[in-house]
Nanobody, 115 residues
Framework: QVQLVESGGGLVQPGGSLRLSCTAS????????MGWYRQAPGNQREFVAT???????NYADSVKGRFTISRDNAKNTVSVQMNNLKPEDTAVYYC?????????WGQGTQVTVSS
């Protein structure tokens, strides 16, 4: 089992930036996929970005060019740098770990974009 702890959420004005980080612990397989999903009130959880253990990245169209995902395999961390934030980015952001058919989720961190 893998435990995930997120940090870095908060309140930011439109056009601002935030960086979210997530640290994984437990039974971590070397080949895995880590990433971020988000859920706004009244909406289903949606994909934001993922990065493989080899560094391949994938982004939702809504965040391409604004968000950058990265990871440190030695520290079992994944981060997402979010720039030019928009009100529609407001959501609870969840860290995700996938390996060998299993998923683990963090507890979520709130990101609010508002003036």
């Amino acid at each position: 089992q893998v435990q995930l702890v997120e940090s870095g959420g908060g309140l930011v004005q439109p056009g601002g930036s935030l960086r979210l980080s997530c640290t994984a612990s437990g039974n971590i397989f070397a080949i895995n996929l880590m990433g971020w999903y988000r859920q706004a009130p009244g909406n289903q959880r949606e994909f934001v970005a993922t990065i493989s253990s080899s560094g391949s990245t994938n982004y939702a169209d809504s965040v391409k060019g604004r968000f950058t995902i990265s990871r440190d395999n030695a520290k079992n961390t994944v981060s997402v740098q979010m720039n030019n934030l928009k009100p529609e980015d407001t959501a609870v952001y969840y860290c995700n770990y996938q390996a060998r058919g299993s998923h683990s989720w963090g507890q979520g961190t709130q990101v609010t974009v508002s003036s």
